[in-house]
């Protein structure tokens, strides 16, 4: 796990460990330091914690300072009588029971007499240089520079608040002909004025296919099609300073080997840096998977993905070398979080085990399964297809969101003329929002169901209208960034944004369906906006009342109003906290529709709407 520390004082002052990079919110070490060279050698321990969390942990370090200068290390701070040369330091131990080691950074922060704010950066040739950390900052950064990658770089975006998350995939299949690491920062300033939260980017390591989802050589991000490791820093930096998140493609179902074994099967696998970390064999493979790998690993956990030689994750070297190679991407490169893909290749507790370890901000998987049919048309019922993205975030213990396939698929269809469908038995939304919103991430196309392969693409004249829906539903939308600057549909889904933010609405909202029959559907969310979608013009007396009610925006086939009234902010209230309520006969959604159970949903999901005080009576 890497652990590059940070620390900041005034000058004469104590040199104040401020936190680990890779988790800001929570302090989970306990460091031994040692020093060495022509100082005098002294040991104290060291522990840094958050206000709820004060573990410690064996985590020995050492920090080398030359020079015949003395030093003393306090509980809790790092106390230098004078500023001398400093050299890397390296960061090893164990943390949970796990070993790791990696190569960490200082940053020391000295206010002098002018008050002008300095950085002593430790290289790792050992020469030392003095940096000014004041007049450069970007107008979006709020927060301290840190030190990750061998240099000063902009500190971690501040995090969006619970359930407030906007997602913007940002990039598309062919986004690897286009120098697309250079190419993408050029458009950041233009994508954080859309109000985006985190930025999803594609797979950067070296990889058999150009898009990255053959990758081989992991830590090899020169050798990426994307571009070079230095462009990819600078990206993601670029993004820190407009307070964006960045969130990694991680595949780590399959991977390429780099040549064959003995009896030709390509199995042997070279981690792409100078240790031997993921230099593994056949004993790293799964031995039933149906690519032909020659794998002497246990039973594979999950489906087989057919193109490369599915990973044993059961294996615990693939586990420890796996979790440190995406804390170095955490640490070393400065992503912030996974979108981890082909999920369901193997069993959901190794994507939480990897997930805890790693501590990302945000985390989503791709599962992607076959939608119910019947006599060739999409099933009204989608309940067991999305039980099944239920029960994929219930194995990771909740720790990791999904991406809402079912929203989507039945969501393609109902914009053309059956808007029925936006409504399940229950008066709820169909798709995961209707059962798991807080883990739902909702989305109208990605690089594989549009762009240019377009295996599953929403059609092309109503993607505005699926964002109407996404972006004012709950979940957690994810914008694709084709349909900004393809379809031009930037102005369109920044004001649709806006108005999410200003009435605060999120990933728990409360939506109260009104009507939903085939040429329109009507919903008020959060009391406080009302969306219609559909053709058809009369709304009866759901036509919103003009004192109370002000048209916020329209097009064709939609229409969406926002309340006159001031939005209140009251604390939130996570459901999940929530002790489950008594049991009554029957309470109404909305006062107009009692909620029923159903046999398709797991004990989890019947859990989950239990403590929403929505539903008691079960329907078989």
Request: aromatic share 10%; hydrophobic share 35%.
């Amino acid at each position: 796990m890497s652990l590059p520390f940070i620390f900041g004082a005034t000058s004469n002052a104590a040199w104040t460990l401020k936190r680990s990079l890779w988790r800001r919110e929570s302090g989970v070490v306990g460091i031994n330091f040692s020093c060495n060279g022509n100082n005098k050698f002294h040991e104290e321990y060291v522990c840094l914690f958050s206000s709820d969390v004060k573990s410690h942990y064996n985590i020995k370090g050492t920090l080398r300072i030359n020079g015949q200068k003395g030093e003393s290390i306090l509980f809790g701070r790092v106390q230098i009588k004078d500023l001398s040369e400093l050299s890397t330091t390296r960061a090893m131990g164990r943390l949970g029971g796990e070993f790791f080691s990696t190569i960490g950074r200082c940053v020391w922060s000295k206010q002098d007499k002018a008050q002008e704010r300095r950085a002593i950066i430790a290289h790792a040739d050992g020469e030392d240089k003095l940096k000014s950390g004041s007049s450069q900052n970007h107008e979006h950064q709020h927060h301290r520079p840190e030190v990750h990658g061998f240099r000063v770089r902009p500190g971690r975006p501040v995090l969006a608040g619970p359930d407030q998350n906007i997602l913007l995939q940002g990039f598309n299949w062919d986004s690897w002909k286009n120098k697309w690491w250079v190419n993408l920062k050029t458009k950041v300033e233009d994508l954080c004025s859309v109000g985006i939260t985190d930025v999803w980017l594609p797979p950067p390591s070296q990889s058999v296919d150009r898009q990255g989802y053959l990758p081989s050589q992991l830590y090899n991000l020169d050798a990426s099609a994307y571009g070079t490791a230095a462009e990819l820093k600078d990206l993601i930096d670029e993004f820190h300073r407009h307070n964006i998140c960045c969130i990694a493609d991680i595949v780590i179902n399959h991977r390429s080997g780099i040549k064959q074994d003995s009896k030709g099967h390509w199995n042997v696998f070279k981690g792409g840096n100078q240790d031997r970390r993921l230099d593994w064999g056949p004993w790293a493979v799964v031995d039933d998977d149906i690519f032909d790998s020659g794998g002497k690993g246990n039973h594979d956990s999950g489906e087989s993905y057919g193109a490369a030689p599915d990973l044993d994750h059961s294996n615990k070297q693939v586990q420890d070398e796996l979790t440190d190679w995406m804390n170095w991407l955490r640490a070393e490169i400065g992503f912030d979080g996974w979108r981890f893909d082909f999920v369901k290749g193997y069993h959901p507790k190794y994507t939480q085990l990897y997930i805890e370890r790693t501590k990302p901000t945000f985390a989503v998987g791709e599962l992607w399964t076959s939608m119910d049919y019947f006599d060739g048309q999409l099933s009204w019922d989608q309940n067991r297809h999305r039980q099944v993205l239920c029960n994929w975030i219930d194995g990771t213990k909740g720790t990791c969101c999904a991406f809402d396939f079912t929203t989507k698929g039945i969501l393609q269809r109902a914009v053309e003329g059956e808007l029925w469908r936006l409504r399940d038995d229950n008066n709820r939304p169909p798709g995961l929002i209707g059962w798991y919103p807080q883990r739902a991430v909702t989305f109208i196309d990605n690089h594989d169901t549009g762009s240019s392969q377009r295996h599953w693409n929403f059609p092309d004249k109503r993607v505005l209208m699926g964002y109407v829906y996404i972006l004012t539903h709950p979940g957690i939308p994810c914008i694709f960034i084709d349909h900004l600057y393809d379809f031009k549909l930037k102005d369109e889904i920044k004001k649709l944004v806006l108005l999410r933010k200003r009435n605060g609405i999120n990933a728990r909202s409360k939506v109260h369906i009104q009507k939903a029959e085939a040429d329109i559907y009507v919903a008020k969310i959060n009391d406080r906006v009302i969306v219609k979608l559909g053709a058809r013009m009369e709304m009866g007396n759901l036509l919103p009342n003009k004192e109370e009610w002000c048209m916020f925006m329209s097009g064709r086939d939609f229409a969406v109003w926002e309340t006159t009234t001031p939005l209140i902010i009251v604390p939130d209230v996570r459901q999940d906290e929530r002790k489950p309520p008594v049991q009554k006969s029957t309470v109404n959604n909305g006062g107009t529709h009692p909620v029923q159970l159903t046999s398709k949903m797991s004990e989890e999901t019947k859990k989950r709407i239990l403590n929403e005080g929505e539903a008691t009576n079960l329907s078989v």
